[in-house]
């Protein structure tokens, strides 16, 4: 057996995954210190996207709340008018969509157009569904049922958030994080996560997931 090729196209891309996570999840226990103001603007792309999709915001009520920059991915908030529902408009390698519904501080549900939304262990009372690729109306479209089946469910209701936005999000992050690293041999479990549970959620509804 040749272990010199064995160590260079299954361990060592292993041991990467493991160290790779192990350095995210750490920079991400403290996520306040990831996210700064975007001083500078949104870029003219990114301007664009947002003018490309004005007509639709405006026809769900979504008006502009802030933007930030989150490691490198660069993010612009939307929430709906009078509703505990937010819209980011992700800038990365390429653009994604992620809707957000905020019952109280900590039962939420994201609906997402990424593909890697499964790769972290949700932590309770946190519901997640990802459709990569769809269009932002199709999104929306999934997340407004998807809502209405967790309030039918399980009897959840609006209780209004007792910080500002940011400050939620951040919050619910560092929650998110305390739960990964709860698990046992978590850097090493991320293996399985990253290799195979990260695309699990795609396409699958919370219907599907708490029928």
Sequence with gaps: M???SLLIHIVLPLA?????TFIL??????????MRPLTEGLSLYEQQVLTNHREWLACCNFE?????????????VFQQKGEQRFLSFYFHKKLSFSFETYFDDLTTLDTSTSGSVGMFPPRPGNFKQSFPN???????QRHLEAEEHLRLKFGFSFRPLSQPYVQTLIHLMRLQ????????????????????KRDLLANKTIQMQYP
Excluded: C, N
Excluded at 64 to 76: D, H, K, M, N
Excluded at 134 to 140: E, I, K, P
Excluded at 177 to 196: C, G, K, L, M, T
């Design 2 to 4: 040749d272990y010199a």
């Design 16 to 20: 990467i995954v493991v160290v790779v």
């Design 25 to 34: 999840v750490m920079k991400m226990s403290a996520p306040e210190k990831m």
């Design 64 to 76: 502009y709340l802030t933007s930030f920059q989150f490691g490198s991915i660069r993010v612009a």
């Design 134 to 140: 769809v269009r932002a109306d199709q999104a929306w």
């Design 177 to 196: 994080i305390q739960h990964v690293r709860s698990r046992s041999f978590w850097p090493f479990r991320a293996i399985y996560w990253y290799h195979f």
